[in-house]
């Protein structure tokens, strides 16, 4: 089977991403959640966790990395955070590429919470963006257990500024109107990549030695 065509996709912190990529799963992508395959790495027999065990002591615990530990250890500090990314992409990486070697489907979509700050956009055909205007975004954030202000400050200064992600975006999904609303525009962005990828093929048959 020829290679999949892949779509990346990512937003900010509280913009909907995980329930988008939901809606993408239910029209019949695979999605490969990158923050899923974290939690599988740092889990118990975990590939991370002998060597997060010797490059950050005391965060494993019960044979598990303890996040909340880790997220201390690292937290303001650059060059553990560096460190600890240097450590744990790699790991992601080889996950994502066993699944698109075994996808079995024309598309797929990988699910990047840092897509653009990883440099992971030069590897997918289309970058969706899922974005929520400002206020949406903290409200969401604030509404979750153990969030404070100063965290939400923390994680968004890690990130890309969403109006830069919509920018260098391919489509774009709002999250702000509802789930049948974003529903639509998932329906929307796979019938055009589809339509293209059609007229590809189309030229492709039509043309075989261009």
């Known amino acids: 089977m020829p290679k999949p065509f892949v ?4 937003g900010s912190i ?3 991403k995980s329930e988008t990529a939901k809606l993408f799963a239910a029209e019949g992508v695979p999605v490969h ?10 889990g118990k027999g975990g590939a991370a966790v002998e060597i997060i065990a010797r490059a950050f002591p005391g965060t494993v615990k019960d044979g598990a990395v303890d996040r909340a530990a880790l997220s201390a250890a690292v937290v303001n500090k650059p060059d553990a955070l ?10 992601v990486a080889a996950e994502r590429d066993e699944f698109l070697k075994n996808a079995g489907a024309p598309i797929v979509l990988l699910d990047i919470p840092l897509l653009f700050e990883a ?15 400002e206020a ?3 409200v969401r954030v604030l509404s979750r257990p153990g969030m404070t202000a100063e965290k939400f400050e923390a994680l968004k200064a890690r990130q890309m500024d969403d109006a830069q992600k919509r920018q260098q975006a391919h489509y774009v999904v709002m999250t702000d109107k509802g789930l049948d609303h974003a529903r639509e525009q998932v329906k929307m962005i796979l019938a055009d990549i589809r339509a293209k990828l059609a007229a590809f093929a ?3 048959k ?3 030695h261009a």
């Open 136 to 138: 949406v975004q903290r």
């Open 119 to 133: 440099g992971a956009d030069a590897e997918v055909g289309a970058i969706v963006v899922v974005s929520a205007p």
């Open 82 to 91: 560096k460190k600890l990314e240097a450590l744990v992409h790699p790991l």
């Open 14 to 16: 509280g913009m909907g």
């Open 206 to 208: 039509e043309n075989p």
């Open 202 to 204: 189309r030229a492709a």
């Open 33 to 42: 959640d990158a923050d899923a395959a974290i939690a599988r790495v740092y």
């Open 7 to 10: 779509i990346g996709l990512t």
